[in-house]
């Protein structure tokens, strides 16, 4: 079966520190893999999603980046972390070509100091 | 572009009675509809979704949902609930033409179920 892991849980970044979350799944192949941000008190925002390795798509302009180096992994980065980076990260995947709906990660809260 | 609403962003509701969380979505054309729990500090967990056919769609956990395309709404429903049911809930709408889960989420609604 299908698993997505993604780590770590929680994370305390002082401002202007770099950032590196991973989200990686097995069980599958070419997968499209997402990057959904929730702030307090807020729904989901999409923030970059993929459709193969090396394309990556923002939605929204950000202090923030996405990789995708390998197929099954996917990285959100940032150079230099803002306080308004602050919330809760969600990783995500769906089945191209397959049944809709994506699932999702464990999610990390990240707090910027 | 699509948009979705969840009227409510907070229900609370006493544990067995029933409860409907609403959801109405912005576009009349074809449309995937869901609908996700996030437990606190946790992802999301797919609880039901509605891609064609019958637009009464059976979830996990007891709830179910009901399609209505001249209302474009998605309202979710649960005849009896428990106190395990809190939690909050999405709406998401994607659209069936492009070629991956570009998934619209509404804001929430918090769902608090009262001993």
Redesign the interface.
């Known amino acids: 079966s299908q698993t997505i892991h993604?780590w770590p849980a929680t994370l305390v970044q002082p401002v202007g520190s770099p950032l590196s979350l991973e989200c990686t799944v097995e069980g599958t192949s070419n997968p499209?893999l997402?990057w959904?941000r929730q702030a307090a008190g807020?729904?989901?925002q999409?923030l970059f999603?993929s459709?193969g390795i090396g394309q990556i798509s923002s939605e929204v302009p950000q202090n923030l980046s996405a990789s995708r180096p390998q197929d099954r992994q996917f990285i959100l980065s940032s150079k230099k972390l803002l306080l308004s980076d602050s919330g809760?990260y969600?990783c995500?995947w769906?089945a191209?070509g397959g049944?809709?709906?994506?699932?999702?990660?464990?999610?990390t809260?990240l707090t910027v100091v | 572009a699509q948009s979705v609403t969840q009227l409510d962003s907070q229900v609370p509701v006493f544990e067995e009675a029933p409860v409907e969380l609403r959801c109405n979505y912005s576009s009349s054309v074809s449309v995937y509809l869901f609908w996700y729990v996030q437990y606190p500090n946790q992802g999301l967990q797919l609880l039901l979704k509605y891609l064609s056919g019958s637009t009464l769609v059976k979830g996990i956990n007891g709830f179910e949902a009901e399609f209505n395309k001249s209302q474009t709404s998605f309202h979710l429903r649960k005849p009896s609930v428990h106190i395990s049911d809190t939690a909050e809930y999405f709406c998401a709408v994607s659209d069936p033409k492009t070629s991956y889960d570009k998934v619209i989420f509404g804001p929430g609604t918090s769902l608090s179920v009262i001993p």
């Open positions: 993604q499209n997402y959904y807020r729904g989901l999409l999603y459709v809760f969600l995500a769906s191209l049944l809709p709906g994506a699932f999702f990660g464990q999610g809260r």
